[in-house]
């Protein structure tokens, strides 16, 4: 149906969808929903990644115990994730194929390297994240195509901790800034691997692997995060618009960071 | 096409346009006016009705989509004829509502609420209504009455979902 009608979109929980088409900014001719077929609701732990059917509703991921347990930066912001009434009908990978670049879902997906799995004419495509979303509501999602599954890594380490920090006009609106940070520290508080992301502050969230390098074989130290976080910002170009400035975003954006890291680093603390 | 709808516990057959929005169905259709129609894309909470007891945007959703779930509107709320709800007396009492445009989802996200946690924190009833938009209360008096309507519920043994 996809490839017979290049106008027809693919619907599940419709909650971004739905409201690009009230202000005619999507306008399909056919609508093809998605979100009764059984075999694409679900959450398996696979081992080294927890797999997440499309439409997996946000609501069912938010109080998953799976989620919890091997995904706790996810299971940190779905709380972040629209509001209760959203989360009731919108799915993961509404949320995914959308490619908003406030989103906190696509954060994480980007922060922690998350495979997308779509299928197109019967067979399985796999793409990495930070190659998935390309601009604001663009992903290389062909509209042939329609997403399967997300996998997200799951860090085997005993002590990891994850860290969530965003800034916005009223709670769970859309971000203006946000960032994540997961660490797994060993048994004397110092980072062995990181994974930093911000998001909403550029059209795609971006990934910042040389803090996350930085803070490796490191305990958290303020200064050196704040240095480290000034030189990876330094050379992006972050978004303007009437909420924010380029200027206002790329200075929240390194508080954000510090935060969302500071944050990282004390929940690992605590694990034994 | 003919959709059947379960709302408010009755059976519905409506003849609607496929592209037809839950809340136009509820208000053209069945002249269910309680549902609101506000920015009608998802941001201010006036269209709230409960799907299977959650609360959802009826704006979001297009009728076909509900057929086989259970939908309840604010007028599905009130044990019976001229009687309210704890929730919609907890409202009045506290002056939870002044113009009254955002009070009838604002009970039914309440009332999503109250039907899963019986004693919820200010910070979960904040939490439970910030997709809710009010321009006059200011929304002191609404978390006001869904605090009294807790604690009535809770002295009275009742769970929300029980009309």
């Known amino acids: ?272 | 096409m003919k959709v059947e709808l379960d709302i408010n516990r009755e059976r519905h057959t409506v003849d609607i346009e496929p592209r037809t929005s839950l809340l136009d169905c509820l208000r053209d259709k069945l002249l269910l006016t309680g549902a609101h129609a506000g920015c009608e894309h998802g941001v201010c909470g006036a269209c709230t009705v409960l799907v299977d007891g959650a609360a959802v945007r009826s704006c979001l959703m297009f009728a076909v989509q509900a057929d086989g779930y259970a939908i309840t509107t604010i007028e599905g709320l009130a044990p019976g004829p001229g009687e309210l709800s704890p929730l919609q007396d907890a409202f009045c009492e506290t002056h939870g509502m002044q113009c009254g445009y955002c009070t009838p989802a604002m009970i039914l996200a309440a009332h999503a609420l109250l039907s899963k946690n019986t004693s919820p924190t200010r910070e979960e009833i904040i939490e439970a209504i910030s997709g809710n938009i009010c321009r006059c209360t200011g929304y002191a008096q609404i978390v006001e009455a869904i605090a009294l309507a807790a604690e009535r519920m809770r002295g009275q043994n009742i769970k929300a979902d029980q009309p």
């Open chain 1, 1 to 272: 149906m996809l490839a017979a009608d290049d106008g027809a979109r693919v619907i599940a929980g419709g909650q971004t969808l739905v409201p690009l088409m009230a202000m005619r900014l999507a306008r399909p001719t056919r609508l093809i929903d998605i979100a009764r077929i059984p075999g694409l609701a679900y959450i398996r732990d696979e081992g080294e990644h927890v797999a997440i059917g499309a439409t997996t509703r946000q609501c069912v991921v938010e109080s998953d115990a799976v989620v919890r347990a091997k995904l706790p930066l996810l299971a940190k912001v779905m709380p972040f994730v629209g509001h209760t009434a959203t989360r009731a009908r919108g799915t993961v990978g509404g949320s995914i194929v959308n490619g908003d670049g406030a989103a906190e879902i696509i954060l994480v997906a980007v922060t922690l390297g998350a495979t997308l799995v779509w299928r197109e004419s019967g067979e399985n495509n796999l793409l990495a994240a930070p190659d998935f979303f390309l601009g604001p509501m663009v992903t290389a999602l062909p509209l042939t195509a329609c997403l399967a599954e997300a996998r997200f890594p799951v860090w085997h380490e005993k002590r990891v901790g994850v860290g969530f920090h965003e800034i916005n006009a009223r709670q769970s609106d859309f971000a203006f800034v946000s960032a994540a940070a997961q660490v797994a520290l060993d048994g004397e508080a110092r980072c062995t691997r990181a994974a930093i992301g911000i998001g909403a502050a550029t059209a795609v969230p971006l990934r910042l692997d040389a803090v996350a390098e930085d803070l490796k074989g490191q305990r958290y130290d303020e200064g050196a995060v704040r240095k480290s976080l000034g030189a990876a910002l330094d050379g992006i170009e972050t978004m303007a618009d009437l909420h924010a400035s380029a200027a206002y975003r790329k200075r929240v954006a390194g508080t954000m960071a510090v935060r969302a890291i500071a944050d990282a680093f004390a929940n690992a603390a605590r694990r034994p």
